[in-house]
């Protein structure tokens, strides 16, 4: 038996022994973050999981990963995905800051946050967007002043999702105002739990309120938490936005696959369709735009697959993830688009017992899935970015 | 004038002057002394300043009657109301006569293989040598330059003045030994176009129109009539029962030549007139998803004909002032071709791919499919009519541009 | 061919000038969050001082005695102002129903009440997806009837009902009152709140019979509904489209206004085109009901309003960024109409089809 296989042997044994019952089939998936408390199955999950490290499979050992190669990590995932079992621990920190701090983190930064991370011990939220500065983010305007062993940060950011529940938030600052806009920009580490911070949640079009303002007045990062050099934190931030952009549309990490924020149901395109779909003179059309929704689909699926494969290391994604992320969040807007159209006015439920919890579900799902196409930057953005880093077309 | 006045006049003077046995030419130069030739233009230039309604009445009582009027088919149209707008007395004596009855035919001489949505960018020179404009450049998509006589030309006067300003806009005789024109075959297997040569070439001075350098806003004009003729489609026809008289087969004769490079043109636009045929015979009809697509397709033209209506109205309300409603109606025929040919592929199926005279509406089908790519780039691209309803119609801002400062600094192919 | 005259101009004035003053975004939300969901002293002024109910009923049942067209010019203000009122349910679809089905008698009974605004009437149909679906859940048994609607808009503020219910000759046309005994009225939550939505019981609910609905009459006042909502859309998408717009010029990122992209610009020069064939059907389906011509014109127009709106819905939110997805960002209020409209009356797949079919009978 090969060492591969007999890892998988190993792994599907620990998998079926040490996956709790309440940490299968969809549910509740940990976020790490000390203001919540979690079912006794996500936190007895996600405990078991830190202590092989496979929270963070193929983050190093030493930083409380488990050190497993890619396609050991792949195997993992494939026995969790077998089981039914849940992602044990989704954040900010496993997902985007992590990666990027082990390619841009001084030794006493990974020692600090990696590990607690990892453990989930705390969940990170992203100071990036500004009321001034969404697609245009470099030009964001946040002031943070060097007073010798710390920075005075002051300014605004806003749609930093689950900021209410974060205990860290990593932040793209200005911290010089007379250089052009992608000099003066610095990647600094601050705690949440701070007079300076004030959080206020944003109400959105779905009745929801996954994302957050976040107010920094007088706010407080130690100089030991700025990640890279000064006024270089464009490039780590960006890097940080290629690890977003390729959790977003999906690459690699079945068991994990993010759906858009607020969406809170997974109906099955075809189920709806043999469901709601009685008139013989529309049904044929109605099936042609699942057909055609669900081809599109499955290339999706398997161009994800090919680029996971081609690359050789499946931790670094590249200007692709543009590609991923313009397309796997169009297509997820699709689909709700289709399941509303599909249940026609059932489509168009809030809440009351005239309704399903599906149809209900669904009117929501569908508001929520305009967000995808805007957030980790709007379509528009990804084309540019596709246009120029993968197709070379002139500026 | 009312509506009964102008229909009593007409009819008069057509019982006293017209003659199916008058040579087509004599009987034009007759249409244009008595002032029928072209009666919506202006008093000074062989008109009488009809509107709309009042046209509508001539239009009626010339079909009634089987009458010929005057040459419309090609290009022509293009240059005669250019002319019409721009030129000067001399010039509107010389060139609006011949074209009206047909002796003279004209080609369109703007785009050139390095300029083509950037129209602007030409760069054909034109140089003032001893009185004379000497031409040198090459021109393409030339629409029946091989059988014309004249051409509207835009070429660069001055090559340090920004690209607007350094062209002027001319008009050239094409019969003369500096002039070579070249058939330009299509995807579709029509040749419809031309590549013009212009080498050492000569045009008089007074065959400017305008002054030096206005000749990008006079082709501006040029081009909005243009877009005007693609979403209005092409409208002289020979009359459809056969007439007594000699002057029919001279006319017949002038059509068929000024229209075959035109000929492909309806396929261009799509067919949709004859989708619900198709439909039938084949019995795609019954195909839930077809119907679905053929009544998408019969909304877009039934609305883009209500729309052109009320863009109409719009025009006749206010002034004869060129609106960019032109690029609203053109970009709507781009659509309504491409569903069209969506629809038509569907109907036929396996079928689309059989072009010979046995197969659907004898070849027509085929020919759609392969001819529609063409109308959303001929006459001005679809993107660059967006543009332009972007910029013109909804005041959006402009895009920074990289073509200012003097024409021979700027980058070019 | 669509030109409106003079009056017709003075008319939307009128309307747009009144809707402007008592129909702000912050009046629709205040609204919205209410049970009733309509102002009924701005309903009532309105009623009295621009007469809006009767826009469409005759004068000899006390209407003003205009048509579909100056019928379509309130509907179109409504829609960009997101007027919240029984106007739809009572003048338009309660009303055409009464003058299409109802004797004369009874038109005489009940028309003025409702032109004038002094009753609120609403129509009961069960369904709202099709016409060849209606009469298939409500039964009468004489004067009794039995069954289940389950979208009714406005029967929760309605004084009155209007039942079209399957009897023994095809379906007839009864007035009840919404107190009656054997009426029950759920309120049922819908994604658009601005337009409030209930359920329709009726169990044994003995009522007047007004009139028998022919299937042509059926079709007619289908059509006509159709006519008045797409209206209604066409406003509301027009008025998406011009606050998008000016947000394209305003919003500067990249050191220059977001509106000088050309990814920009096409979509709204696209969406320019879209709204400018949608508006041209639309108006010319109301000369056509005035003509009695082209009566596919009405699903022409529905059909395509639906697609227009929900069009210039998406590209208000995508275009806004992250702002269009806000509650506080007004674009939701006329996104969420833009949906529920799009399936009320019949989805544009249905409209499509019924489209083809007239199309299909005409040749």
């Given amino acids: 038996m090969s060492e591969l296989a007999e890892f998988r042997e190993e792994t599907r044994a620990w998998l079926a022994e040490n996956c709790p019952d309440g940490a299968r089939g969809p549910g509740e998936i940990h976020t790490g973050s000390t203001k919540v408390n979690f079912a006794a199955d996500t936190q007895r999950w996600m405990e078991a999981m830190a202590e092989r490290g496979w929270t963070v499979p193929n983050w190093p050992k030493e930083y409380g990963g488990g050190g497993l190669s890619t396609e050991e990590t792949r195997v993992l995932y494939e026995e969790m995905l077998a089981l039914g079992a849940r992602a044990p621990l989704v954040n900010m920190g496993t997902r985007m800051f992590g990666p990027t701090l082990l390619e841009y983190g001084t030794e006493d930064q990974k020692q600090r946050h990696l590990t607690v991370i990892a453990q989930g011990g705390a969940a990170w939220c992203q100071g990036y967007s500004e009321p001034g500065a969404g697609s245009d983010l470099a030009s964001l305007r946040c002031r943070a002043e060097d007073k010798g062993d710390y920075f005075l940060i002051n300014g605004q950011k806003i749609w930093t999702s689950g900021a209410q529940y974060a205990d860290w938030m990593f932040c793209l600052v200005r911290t010089d105002f007379e250089v052009s806009k992608h000099n003066g920009i610095s990647f600094v580490l601050l705690p949440m739990d701070q007079e300076g911070v004030t959080v206020k949640p944003i109400e959105l079009i779905s009745g929801s309120s996954p994302f957050c303002e976040t107010f920094l007045d007088n706010a407080i990062a130690e100089k030991r938490d700025l990640v890279g050099q000064l006024n270089e934190g464009w490039t780590v931030g960006k890097r940080l936005l290629q690890h977003e952009r390729s959790g977003q549309g999906g690459l690699g990490t079945g068991a994990q696959r993010s759906r858009p924020v607020g969406v809170s149901i997974d109906l099955e395109v075809n189920e709806v369709l043999n469901d709601y779909v009685k008139d013989p003179a529309i049904a044929p059309e109605l099936r042609d735009n699942v057909i055609d929704w669900k081809m599109r689909s499955a290339a999706f699926r398997l161009t994800q697959k090919r680029a996971g494969e081609e690359s050789r290391d499946g931790k670094t994604p590249g200007e692709a993830t543009s590609v991923f992320k313009f397309y796997g969040s169009t297509l997820a807007q699709d689909r709700q688009d289709l399941i509303v159209d599909l249940m026609g006015h059932h489509g168009v439920a809030w809440e009351g017992d005239g309704f399903s919890s599906d149809e209900i579900g669904a009117a929501r799902s569908w508001l929520a899935s305009r967000s995808v196409t805007i957030y980790g930057g709007t379509n528009e953005v990804q084309a540019n970015i596709i246009a120029k880093r993968v197709l070379g077309l002139p500026d | 004038m009312s509506p009964e006045d102008v229909r009593k006049e007409l009819s008069e003077w057509l019982d006293a002057n017209w003659d199916p046995n008058r040579p087509l030419i004599e009987w034009r130069n007759i249409l244009v002394d008595g002032g029928w030739a072209a009666a919506s233009w202006p008093e000074d230039s062989y008109g009488r300043g009809f509107d709309v309604r009042q046209m509508a009445v001539v239009n009626d009582v010339f079909s009634e009657k089987g009458i010929v009027g005057a040459a419309q088919a090609g290009p022509r149209r293009l240059a005669a109301e250019t002319i019409l707008a721009h030129g000067n007395t001399d010039q509107k004596k010389r060139f609006l006569r011949p074209i009206l009855t047909g002796e003279h035919a004209w080609t369109q001489l703007f785009s050139e293989p390095g300029s083509g949505s950037d129209l602007a960018g030409a760069s054909t020179k034109a140089e003032l040598i001893d009185g004379k404009w000497i031409v040198n450049g090459q021109k393409v998509w030339n629409t029946s330059a091989h059988h014309a006589d004249w051409g509207i030309l835009v070429a660069r006067t001055d090559w340090d003045l920004p690209k607007h300003q350094g062209l002027s806009y001319f008009l050239i005789n094409l019969k003369q030994s500096g002039v070579e024109v070249r058939p330009l075959k299509q995807m579709n297997g029509h040749a419809s176009f031309n590549e013009v040569f212009m080498t050492d070439a000569e045009v008089a001075a007074e065959d400017m129109l305008g002054t030096e350098g206005e000749g990008w806003a006079i082709a501006t004009t040029t081009l909005s009539i243009e877009r005007q003729g693609f979403a209005r489609g092409r409208n002289q026809r020979s009359p459809r029962e056969a007439k007594e008289g000699s002057i029919y087969v001279e006319f017949a004769e002038e059509l068929a030549i000024a229209n075959e490079p035109y000929s492909w043109y309806p396929q261009r636009e799509g067919r949709p007139d004859l989708v619900m045929k198709r439909a039938m015979d084949t019995g795609a009809i019954n195909d839930p998803v077809v119907r679905q697509e053929m009544a998408k397709l019969m909304s877009m033209s039934r609305a883009a004909q209500l729309a052109a209506k009320s863009a109409a109205a719009i025009r006749k309300a206010g002034s004869n002032e060129v609106v960019p409603a032109g690029s609203i109606g053109k970009l709507g025929a781009s659509v309504i071709a491409r569903q069209s040919a969506h629809v038509h592929t569907m109907i036929s199926g396996a079928d689309a791919m059989l072009s010979g005279s046995d197969s659907a509406e004898a070849g027509v089908i085929a020919e759609t499919l392969v001819s529609v790519p063409a109308i959303s780039i001929a006459g001005g691209t679809d993107e660059i009519q967006k543009n332009i309803i972007s910029e013109r119609v909804l005041g959006m801002p402009k895009e920074q541009r990289m073509d200012t400062g003097p024409f021979r600094d700027i980058k070019r192919n | ?363």
């Avoid at chain 3, 009426?183 to 939505?197: C, F, G, N, S």
């Fill in chain 3, 1 to 363: 061919m669509t030109e409106y005259t003079q009056d017709q101009e003075t008319f939307r004035d009128v309307v747009a000038r009144f809707l402007q003053a008592k129909s702000t975004p912050a009046d629709v939300r205040r609204l919205m969050d209410t049970d009733e969901g309509f102002d009924r002293a701005v309903w009532q002024q309105l009623c009295r001082e621009v007469g809006l109910a009767g826009t469409h009923i005759p004068e000899e049942y006390g209407g003003f005695g205009f048509g579909p067209v100056e019928l379509g010019i309130a509907a179109e203000e409504m829609g960009r102002y997101l007027y919240c009122s029984p106007f739809l349910s009572s003048s338009v679809m309660a009303g055409y129903a009464i003058l299409n089905g109802a004797s004369e008698a009874n038109r005489q009974k009940l028309l003025p009440e409702i032109a004038s605004g002094s009753t609120i009437a609403t129509l009961v149909l069960d369904s709202v997806n099709a016409p060849e679906q209606v009469g298939r859940q409500l039964r009468a048994t004489g004067n009794e009837l039995d069954g289940a609607a389950p979208i009714v808009t406005d029967a929760h503020v309605a004084d009155l009902l209007i039942v079209v219910a399957e009897g023994k000759e095809g379906l007839d046309l009864f007035s009840i009152a919404s107190d009656a005994d054997g009426v029950a009225i759920h309120a049922q939550d819908a994604l658009d709140t601005t337009r409030k939505l209930s359920r329709v019981v009726l169990s044994g609910a003995v009522a007047d019979k007004i009139g028998h609905l022919s299937e042509a009459g059926l079709e007619k006042t289908w059509n006509q509904i159709s006519v008045a909502l797409a209206h209604e859309m066409i406003g509301g998408a027009q008025q998406l489209f011009d606050s998008t717009l000016e947000y394209t010029k305003v919003r500067v990122q990249f050191g220059r206004p977001i509106g000088s992209f050309q990814a920009l610009k096409h979509r709204c020069a696209d969406l320019l085109l879209a709204l400018e064939w949608a508006k041209a059907v639309t108006h010319h389906a109301a000369f056509c009901l005035c003509a009695g011509e082209e009566p596919e014109t009405a699903s022409m127009a529905k059909a395509m309003a639906s697609d227009v709106y929900m069009e210039a819905a998406r590209a208000a939110v995508q275009l806004r960024g992250g702002i269009g997805f806000t509650w506080e960002e007004d674009t939701h209020l006329w996104y969420k109409r833009a949906k529920a409209s799009e399936v009320f009356m019949g989805s544009p797949h249905m409209h499509r089809e019924r489209l083809l079919s007239q199309i299909e009978e005409a040749s």
